[in-house]
């Protein structure tokens, strides 16, 4: 171009017509929590394009609805924590039946010291009393215990238990065989070749007798399921627990949690939502309870109109949920399994639309009810997560 004039450089005016006051939205700060869920903060503030630079507003200038959110959660790491325990006593008999027990208190996994044991109180425990056998007492007979079991001294104890067992006996024929939603496309558990007896199984009648009598593991866990809605009472028939060796009965769920030995037989239990859990531990071969439930409306609503309950063994959970009136609700998905399984969830797709902002405030909250640890998925962050127990919440946020 060196031959021709070279045109004079100048600067015309664009874009006259002023920029709309819009959020800015800074840098989160530390999160609140050195572990497990938190809160961050964020300055947000109302600002606007002014001859190229960025003035500053009053917040009303802004689209008050649109305003993000200046507290987001957030997760550092996941908190972790432990029950330890001491070595067992020796027994408390030279001869005879005794007991042995030990300390539980609560550990840090990553120092290895102890903490306050407020941080385990969710976290289930094992027992600190159990009961032993020193070997039979001069001049006592011994008598072989169900297979697996060790010789054990004949006490007047010990006939009592056999006794109450074998009155027992009679409720065995009324344990439903099955407990597995009837689902098409999966077959049932006792169809699958499951394990026998009833440890480990989820059921879904809306009544039914569970004998807990007889089983050969050292714990035994049911699930006792019912639609939203719904509240489950439980009966307690009979017992042959032994409350001085340890042994008790353990009902939970999602709003009430109770543990109890003496005096089972003809107490109530009361789920007041729809899942009960029965954890029976066991250290005497042959013990156990006899269970009678029935369920009924819930007295109180415990749910919300969006909140979806999934059984297994597979399910499909699509959010937003439409209500009627449109209202912003946080929506709840709650799965429960049989005790012996565990849950998968894979999020096959998310589309928050094309506003970068609503990643911070739109997100995906899964609680693992066993050990109440809680993971976080933001934005369109695609994953897959796995439980550790059979109770998982999940929690749909704006």
């Not at 999160?31 to 869920?37: E, F, N, Y």
Request: glycine residues 8%; charged residues 20%; proline residues 8%.
């Amino acid at each position: 171009c060196h031959p021709v004039a070279k045109p004079e450089s100048r600067t015309e005016v664009c874009n006259v017509h002023p920029c709309p006051p819009r959020w800015k939205v800074a840098p989160a700060g530390p999160c609140s929590s050195t572990c497990g869920p938190g809160l961050a903060v964020q300055q947000v503030t109302c600002v606007q394009m002014h001859q190229g630079q960025e003035v500053l507003l009053e917040d009303h200038l802004c689209p008050g609805l649109e305003k993000p959110l200046t507290s987001i959660p957030c997760v550092t790491r996941m908190c972790s924590y432990e029950w330890g325990f001491s070595e067992w006593t020796e027994c408390s008999t030279s001869c005879g039946n005794g007991v042995q027990t030990r300390q539980d208190f609560c550990i840090n996994p990553l120092t290895r010291k102890r903490v306050n044991p407020v941080f385990c109180r969710h976290f289930p425990k094992s027992l600190v009393l159990r009961g032993c056998s020193a070997g039979p007492c001069p001049g006592q007979a011994v008598v072989a215990g169900p297979r697996g079991a060790e010789l054990q001294a004949v006490t007047p104890a010990t006939r009592l238990a056999t006794a109450v067992t074998t009155k027992g006996a009679r409720y065995k024929g009324l344990v439903l065989p099955s407990a597995v939603p009837p689902l098409p496309q999966e077959p049932t558990e006792e169809a699958g070749g499951g394990e026998k007896g009833v440890c480990g199984k989820l059921f879904l009648n809306a009544t039914s007798v569970i004998n807990m009598t007889g089983v050969e593991s050292s714990d035994c866990t049911v699930t006792i399921g019912r639609p939203l809605g719904e509240e489950i009472t439980v009966s307690v028939l009979e017992s042959s627990l032994n409350c001085t060796a340890g042994e008790f009965l353990l009902f939970s769920g999602r709003i009430m949690w109770r543990k109890g030995c003496r005096k089972l037989p003809l107490s109530l239990i009361n789920s007041r939502t729809n899942i009960l859990v029965v954890k029976q531990w066991l250290l005497m071969p042959g013990n156990g309870v006899i269970l009678q439930y029935s369920s009924r409306v819930a007295t109180k609503k415990y749910y919300q109109d969006c909140d979806k309950q999934l059984f297994g063994p597979q399910g499909e959970i699509v959010y937003p949920v439409q209500l009627p009136d449109q209202r912003q609700e946080v929506c709840r998905t709650f799965i429960n399994v049989a005790p012996r399984h565990r849950v998968a969830i894979r999020a096959l797709y998310i589309d928050l639309g094309n506003d970068s902002n609503q990643t911070q405030s739109n997100y995906v909250l899964i609680r693992d009810v066993s050990t109440m640890k809680m993971m976080v998925f933001h934005g369109k962050q695609q994953f897959f997560w796995e439980s550790t127990g059979s109770q998982v919440e999940i929690e749909f946020h704006e």
